[in-house]
């Protein structure tokens, strides 16, 4: 069994930063992309930001220069530093990462979410 573990969200005012961590932990081969979605009320959960193993990195237009997405492969650990928050970045932020078991099965498995609150 593979567990996504987050942490770091929390309320923050327009302009600050808050950064994300996932930690992957069970019996794992080898982790694919790690990926950060989020998900505001109302709304369709959406890609922000997908880490490859070899740190190839991809972003929403809504978040470019603004958050960076990191890996430390040796750790099973993915983070989202987030800048410059707006109160549009409000919503409950997910791990998700494709992951290559110890018995060489390949599934894509989730965190269980972290709110990221934006005052004005």
Do not use: H
Request: proline share 2%; hydrophobic share 40%; charged share 15%.
């Amino acid at each position: 069994q593979v567990q996504l573990v987050e942490s770091g969200g929390g309320l923050v005012q327009a302009g600050g930063s808050l950064r994300l961590s996932c930690a992957a932990s069970g019996r794992i081969f080898s982790i694919n992309d790690m990926c950060w979605y989020r998900q505001a009320p109302g709304k369709q959960r959406e890609l922000v930001a997908t880490v490859s193993s070899a740190a190839a990195t991809n972003y929403a237009d809504s978040v470019k220069g603004r958050f960076t997405i990191s890996r430390d492969n040796a750790k099973n650990t993915v983070w989202l530093q987030m800048n410059s928050l707006v109160p549009e970045d409000t919503a409950v932020y997910y791990c998700s990462a494709g992951v290559v078991s110890a018995t060489r099965v390949f599934n894509w498995y989730w965190g269980q979410g972290t709110q990221v609150t934006v005052s004005s």
